[in-house]
């Protein structure tokens, strides 16, 4: 047996202790793929570093418990659609392990009484399903008040529970909702995380139908539309994105939602980038939903097709050759008119305040962006892209814009 100095592994234990242990469900992703990924996303401080250890998981090594913090608490991720699973590192983590079964979670519970939202209970309601280990901002400044959310340290190969008995100090008790944003799959047959055997009896039996049910959508009047300075004809307009695109060096990008028309089309592109190029949907859709515009001394451009909801494109980038294809769409509103292109949500949190998102609002597009492998790629700026354009509680805001990339593309 061999004794070591515990100052000499204290040491060693220091230089780990902002890490985090990546895992991802399924296929383990290449290095390069797991090092781009996280400078697009876990390098809002100094860049983190990136370890491969052979029994498929990922060590993020942070540069301060902020750094570490900021990510642990932001999740859930995803890679090609596959979960990653973050947990701090610890000295007793064992890396033969088939997988952890202890990962943080992240939990909300809908029309939580305001009077448990106090930290004290918080934790306490928490305790009934795991560790907990933080409270989102919205959830500790009370700025949502719709549902709370936490993140907790829960055991995956136990079930969980859908709801909570909780009692207040004057003896009375409610059903609290427990809804977690996402699991893995645990099969107990296997004692494996991400997938589920099949019962062979089970398969074997007819699977029953739901009832047909028609549902009929209707309008309703409301009034005549106010215009909120959407589109690009206003000068101001013109200017802003004149601005953007300067300052951020950009040479080539997709406009939606432009409402300029087709006869104004050139005057509004030399306004905005003088000389550059542009493709468009005006055949497809009144005043042209979606534009593609590019400077042409770096790209050369070919439509593959379009609709009123998108524009498909064949890219050529000219000093270095790389090729590659660019989709813009911008779906309709309604959910008949826009089928399958999407103007929808892909998580829980991509809504603040408001009804919480539900998972019939993502399957759609989470499925969508599963089957075709996509990432998406870094942004700049709010992460909330819509609003009602109200204020105080009455505000709403979402994500529905994203950019997407495969793993070729973020390779390069």
């Known amino acids: 047996m061999v004794q070591l100095e515990s100052d000499e592994v204290q040491v060693e234990e220091d230089k780990w202790k902002y890490a985090l242990i990546a895992h991802v469900i399924g296929e383990c992703p290449g290095f390069n ?3 781009r990924y996280g400078m697009m996303n876990w390098s809002k401080g100094e860049k983190p570093e990136v370890f491969l250890h052979d029994e498929g998981y990922y060590i993020i090594k942070f540069k301060s418990l902020i750094d570490m913090n900021e990510v ?13 699973i973050l947990k701090q590192w610890s000295a007793e983590f064992e890396f033969g392990k088939e997988f952890l079964t202890e990962i943080p979670l992240w939990v909300n519970f809908p029309k939580l009484p305001l009077n448990c939202w106090g930290a004290g209970s918080l934790s306490r309601i928490a ?5 907990p280990l933080f409270a989102d901002e919205c959830t500790t400044k009370q700025t949502r008040i719709s549902y709370a959310r936490m993140l907790i340290e829960v055991n995956v190969t136990k079930p969980m529970p859908e709801k909570i008995v909780v009692k207040d100090p004057n003896g009375r008790t409610f059903m609290q909702d427990v809804v977690m944003e996402w699991k893995p799959v645990y099969c107990d047959k296997c004692q494996r995380i991400g997938h ?30 106010q ?15 004149k601005k953007c695109l300067q300052n951020n060096k950009v040479t080539l990008a997709g406009l939606i939602e432009t ?15 003088a000389g550059w190029n542009c493709l468009n949907n005006y055949k497809d859709a009144v005043h042209g939903r979606i534009w593609i515009i590019w400077d042409d001394s770096w790209y050369e451009v070919k439509l593959i097709t379009s609709a009123a909801q998108m524009i498909h494109c064949y890219i050529q980038e000219r000093s270095k050759g790389f090729q590659f294809h ?11 008119q826009r089928k399958r292109d999407f103007n929808a949500m892909l998580s829980p949190k991509d809504r603040l305040a408001g009804v919480p998102v539900n998972e019939n609002e993502i399957k759609d597009f989470s499925n969508c962006v599963k089957v075709m492998g996509l990432n998406e790629v870094q942004w700049k700026g709010n992460y909330y892209t819509w609003n ?3 204020s105080g509680n009455a505000r709403i805001s979402s994500r529905i814009d994203r950019a997407f990339g495969n793993e070729d593309w973020m390779d390069k």
């Open 326 to 336: 660019l989709t813009v769409v911008y779906g309709f509103n309604t959910i008949e």
């Open 72 to 84: 642990l608490y932001s999740g859930p991720y995803t890679i090609s659609n596959r979960p990653i």
């Open 127 to 131: 305790s009934a399903i795991g560790v």
């Open 259 to 273: 409402r300029v028309k087709e006869n104004n089309t050139r005057t509004t592109i030399n306004n905005i980038a």
């Open 227 to 241: 215009q909120r300075g959407r589109g690009m004809n206003k000068r101001y307009k013109q200017k802003e994105i």
């Open 388 to 390: 009602n354009k109200q």
């Open 33 to 35: 793929t797991m090092n």
């Open 196 to 225: 589920q055997c099949q019962d062979t009896a089970m398969e074997e039996q007819p699977k029953k139908r739901r009832p047909w049910k028609k549902v009929t959508q209707a309008w309703q009047y409301k009034g005549p539309i």
